[in-house]
């Protein structure tokens, strides 16, 4: 009754299931009444169960500006499991006890094992007390009871907070896995370190928004965040579907990686593939924009064969990378492009030519690479369908 005498101010909070603390206990109240009719009948303990336990806590809140339904709502069911002891009645209190624990703010001081387990320590030790006070029991079959009831619960509190170790373990693989791959992150928590790996063949692909820094400059910073995000979302996505390795996005170019981490023989075919369905979304984006009478950006894609090395740099803020001249090559058969158009290099034509079909162009001029045979690639041949259907299993070609 005294939680229903607290000040107006603590009666009206609202609970986790939408009651307000009045209603919660009265709530209370009427199920005890029903569960035990000779409780109002019956001499109670010698001082106030929940205020002596809190008293003993030493909670930083004094249990007068404090609501405790919330632990009144999980003490009745912790007394018809005592009384009944039953399989229903034991899963109900631990369900509640369960449910309690999932409304607290763990990132408040004071939450922790030690925490939880010390509060349960002191309600076991004032029940033990108040069963000393009742006539003609067991006692020693009422201790056994909350003995047992008391480990039940003190395998909760492993329960919850082996969940929560759980989850953030699996949030912080979560987020290494966004800036390196599985397997690199795998090798960093093992061994603390990733060592370097030279790769004997690759294909590294870039691309650029042609039109990017003119038509940015009519947009406002939310605009130009969210247009990018669009196009770079929907490259992530292609990377995913062909087993590619983004390595960077810097302003409005998109770096990845055929073959690397995971050694295979169809990066180069994953990576036209790709790049085919890049260009593709792109014009798309384009097209939708342009009948709203709005200007966008073309793509301008580039990829080169060869090896490369590859490793981690960094040790507060991680950085999964790739150098080596094929890095640069294939940079320059970005610049060297044309907007909606894929610019090969010869050593990933000569891997491509027998399915592919592609336009020459020549030895074309590359800063700093003299003159260099280019390939704009234009598609599948049409025996083997398209980008996004085709009927080549390239692992059986290989």
């Not at 790709?274 to 894609?301: F, H, P, T």
């Not at 980008?387 to 390239?394: E, K, P, V």
């Amino acid at each position: 009754m005294e939680e229903l005498s607290k000040p107006e101010p603590l009666q009206i909070q609202i609970g986790y299931d939408g009651k307000t603390s009045r209603e919660a206990n009265r709530d209370i109240l009427s199920r005890l009444s029903t569960e035990f009719p000779k409780i109002e009948q019956t001499e109670g303990p010698p001082f106030n169960l929940i205020r002596e336990w809190a008293k003993r806590n030493r909670f930083f809140f004094h249990y007068d500006e404090y609501n405790f339904d919330r632990y009144n709502r999980l003490y009745i069911e912790r007394l018809l499991a005592l009384r009944n002891n039953t399989l229903e009645t034991n899963s109900r209190f631990k369900e509640a006890t369960l449910n309690n624990f999932r409304q607290f703010d763990y990132n408040r001081t004071g939450f922790s094992i030690s925490f939880l387990i010390r509060v349960e320590n002191n309600m076991r030790e004032l029940m033990r007390e108040i069963i000393f006070t009742i006539p003609n029991i067991d006692y020693n079959e009422a201790w056994q009871i909350i003995f047992e009831q008391s480990k039940d619960y003190q395998e909760n509190v492993n329960e919850i907070f082996e969940k929560r170790l759980q989850d953030a373990r699996d949030e912080s693989d979560r987020l290494l896995h966004n800036i390196l791959p599985v397997s690199i992150a795998a090798e960093l928590k093992k061994n603390n370190r990733v060592s370097p790996v030279y790769i004997n063949s690759a294909t590294v692909l870039f691309t650029d928004f042609k039109g990017f820094t003119q038509i940015s400059e009519s947009m406002s910073p939310e605009e130009l965040i969210s247009n990018l995000d669009e196009c770079f979302s929907l490259f992530d996505q292609i990377c995913a579907d062909h087993g590619l390795e983004k390595i960077k996005t810097i302003g409005d170019s998109f770096m990845c990686v055929g073959g690397v981490p995971e050694v295979n023989r169809t990066h180069v075919f994953d990576v036209a593939l790709a790049a085919l369905k890049m260009c593709d979304a792109i014009q798309k984006l384009k097209e939708e924009k342009n009948k709203n009478g709005i200007s966008y950006w073309d793509v301008r894609i580039g990829f080169h064969t060869g090896p490369v090395a590859a490793g981690v740099i960094g040790k507060n803020k991680f950085s999964y990378d790739i150098w080596g001249d094929t890095v640069n090559i294939a940079s320059r058969m970005e610049s060297s492009g044309e907007p909606g158009k894929i610019n090969v290099s010869e050593e990933s034509y000569k891997l491509l030519s027998l399915f592919f079909t592609f336009t020459s162009r020549g030895k074309i001029a590359a800063k700093n690479k003299g003159e260099i045979s280019m390939y704009f690639l234009e598609g599948l041949k049409p025996e083997f369908g398209t980008a996004q259907s085709h009927n080549i299993d390239f692992v059986l070609l290989n």
